[in-house]
């Protein structure tokens, strides 16, 4: 397994600002993941954080509005831009090892937008 | 593309009572399934997973069997407690592949 952190683990932001969500993992994975959980809904893949490289983005989802670094086996960020009502969810990274499938997800950042 | 419908919530149980939660799935192959739990305010938790044809997940006292025949992963427990009151998601994930795609999620309120 892993232990993941994310911070923040709750924000209320104002429309239009920006917040940068921290994932730390306590040891290197090779894979790191940001979904997004959107109230009363399940559970979007945002995109793959690939350390060294762009992030992998799925359909529906630009690297303008949710840019993403990882620097490390071990760290990484999710930035939601420009955010607007609609952007108020939980934000949630997983992680999974090299050589196993298996995915462990961090306890999530809640976002309110007002 | 891949899919998982599981059945609509939410559900309110009566501890001691017994609990089924559907969950179906569309997938070329031989996906593996999961159950996923959130408890309130927290991430989620791996509950169980089967990766073949006729496997039985358990954990906690909850069961689940992949059976390829139907395309389903009901998930069962005998006999819940209130600590059980929890979001519950089903999700599959093809062979060799990272991505996980999720049911809609089941709300559970367990009442003492």
């Known amino acids: 397994s892993a232990v993941i952190s994310q911070k923040p683990s709750r924000d209320i932001c104002q429309r239009g600002t920006s917040l940068t969500i921290q994932c730390q993992v306590d040891?290197?994975?090779?894979?790191m993941f940001w979904y997004r959980q959107q109230p009363g809904q399940s559970l979007t893949l945002i995109a793959t954080?690939?350390?060294?490289?762009?992030?992998?983005?799925e359909s529906g989802f630009v690297i303008d509005k949710f840019p993403i670094s990882r620097p490390n086996l071990t760290f990484s960020t999710l930035t939601v831009s420009n955010m607007s009502p609609e952007d108020s969810s939980i934000y949630l990274c997983?992680?999974?090892?090299?050589?196993?499938?298996?995915?462990?997800f961090g306890p999530g950042t809640r976002l309110t937008v007002t | 593309g891949d899919s998982v419908t599981q059945m609509e919530g939410p559900v309110t149980l009566s501890e001691e009572a017994f609990l089924t939660i559907n969950c179906t799935y569309t997938?070329?192959?031989?996906?593996?399934l999961f159950w996923y739990v959130q408890y309130p305010g927290e991430g989620l938790q791996l509950l169980l997973k089967?990766?073949?044809?006729?496997d039985k997940g358990s954990n906690k006292g909850f069961e689940a069997t992949y059976r390829k025949e139907t395309t389903s992963f009901h998930l069962e427990k005998g006999s819940v407690q209130v600590s059980d009151s929890a979001v519950y998601f089903c999700a599959l994930r093809r062979s060799n592949d990272y991505k996980l795609s999720f049911g809609a999620g089941t709300t559970v309120t367990v009442r003492a």
């Open positions: 089967a990766t073949k044809a006729d």
């Open positions: 997938a070329t192959g031989y996906p593996s």
């Open positions: 040891s290197q994975v090779t894979m």
């Open positions: 997983s992680v999974a090892r090299d050589g196993s499938y298996e995915q462990y």
């Open positions: 954080a690939n350390q060294g490289s762009e992030a992998t983005y």
